[in-house]
């Protein structure tokens, strides 16, 4: 891809100065500081219920098969044979497999809406397609507070769950933030500064929320525990919804709802429309985001499950104090790696090193005996 070519696509993304005059009622800073609230504030809510539900379902499917406290240290044993290790064996598994089921009902109806969700947001405007996203995230963490609350079916779980990936979930809530720091932008540097600062500090937050969340679980148990990522969804939905002003520019006259015609743009993007090059580029990019997003995802999922039981036997407190050590410390670090890596790299080759040494933890996280060992795995991901 030349340079024009480049300097072509980013101009068709970024404000032009017209186009930046003539939207003088839109308040830039206070768009993009209520985004970077939202961001910050939805992406350790989600981490938080995620580890909380987790740790939840372990308990739970215990004490509904009539075991006690499997999620104690003090029942771990290194005996095989012991009927406690078999229990939590077993009770670890139906976890395993209830989470990736609960995983799958919000993650593939979020993968179809995701692929719709930027077009649509061109004509429905960024602040719908905004509020969408954080109202079901607060329904579907209301949901689990009552299932815990209540001692309800762990079923209905799939209810919350899916009404959030209907919306698109996190993923919806990402592509609409970043059209809005395009929105906002008239420079290039200016929108790279905001991308990167997003996901950046908010590792920082989520890093804080999961240690009070895991030692709420401690303290006070599961139910209290589960109205810190509810609550703070409520207010990550009030914030935007009396504050946030529309930032696209100009909406069409006519809005299309018909998903055929938002999948043919889509399908356009990616087929029809620029060099071949181009299109291969884009192509190749989106598959090693859509699986380097898997893999986190499960890795989020599995790791509390991993750590709870022989030969770890880690409690609620460790957990999460490992995860905030590994999101928050590990972003900071990869952010400065990356910063000396680009003096004399360029992005496609620190893309490369970076999928390789996910490939590594991963797998080097497979073979681990010892806990020290997870925090040299991380190391690596990051």
């Not at 539900?53 to 406290?69: C, E, F, M, P, S």
């Not at 976890?95 to 799958?104: E, G």
């Not at 395009?182 to 890093?207: H, M, N, Q, Y």
Request: net charge neutral; proline share 3%; with cysteine.
């Amino acid at each position: 891809m030349d340079a024009q070519e480049v300097n072509a696509n980013e101009s068709e993304i970024l404000l032009s100065a017209d186009q930046s005059q003539k939207r003088r009622e839109i308040s830039t800073r206070r768009a993009r500081l209520i985004i970077f609230f939202v961001h910050l504030v939805s992406s350790s809510s989600g981490t938080a219920n995620w580890i909380l539900l987790a740790q939840y379902l372990v308990q739970r499917i215990g004490d509904d098969a009539g075991y006690v406290n499997l999620t104690s240290v003090e029942h771990c044993t290194s005996n095989a044979s012991d009927p406690n290790t078999k229990h939590a064996n077993a009770v670890q598994k139906q976890a395993t497999d209830l989470l990736t089921y609960l995983n799958f009902a919000q993650s593939f109806p979020a993968i179809c809406v995701c692929f719709l969700v930027g077009s649509y947001s061109d004509y429905l405007g960024r602040r719908f397609i905004l509020l969408l996203p954080l109202l079901t995230a607060f329904i579907n963490y209301g949901i689990t507070s009552l299932v815990i609350g209540s001692h309800l079916d762990l079923n209905l779980l799939f209810l919350g769950l899916g009404l959030d990936g209907l919306s698109g979930t996190w993923a919806a809530r990402y592509v609409v933030e970043y059209a809005i720091t395009a929105d906002t932008s008239v420079s290039k540097e200016s929108r790279t500064l905001w991308i990167f600062l997003l996901p950046c500090s908010g590792s920082i937050v989520t890093a804080g929320v999961t240690i009070g969340t895991s030692y709420l679980i401690e303290c006070v148990g599961f139910l209290y525990a589960s109205l810190v990522p509810t609550g703070l969804a409520f207010v990550t939905l009030i914030v935007p919804a009396m504050f946030f002003q529309e930032t696209l520019a100009k909406k069409p006259e006519v809005c299309v709802w018909n998903p055929i015609f938002h999948f043919r743009r889509l399908f356009g993007l990616y087929v029809t429309q620029g060099s071949r090059r181009r299109r291969a580029t884009l192509i190749i990019c989106v598959s090693i985001f859509v699986f380097f997003t898997m893999g986190e995802m499960n890795h989020l999922l599995i790791d509390p499950l991993y750590q709870l039981h022989e030969p770890f036997c880690w409690d609620a407190s460790r957990i999460g104090l490992y995860n905030s050590i590994c999101t928050g410390g590990g972003n900071v670090l990869g952010a400065l790696w990356l910063a000396l890596v680009k003096i004399c790299l360029p992005s496609e080759v620190v893309g490369m090193v970076g999928v390789l040494f996910q490939t590594f933890a991963f797998t080097f996280e497979g073979l681990i005996k010892s806990s020290w060992e997870f925090y040299i795995g991380e190391d690596n991901m990051k």
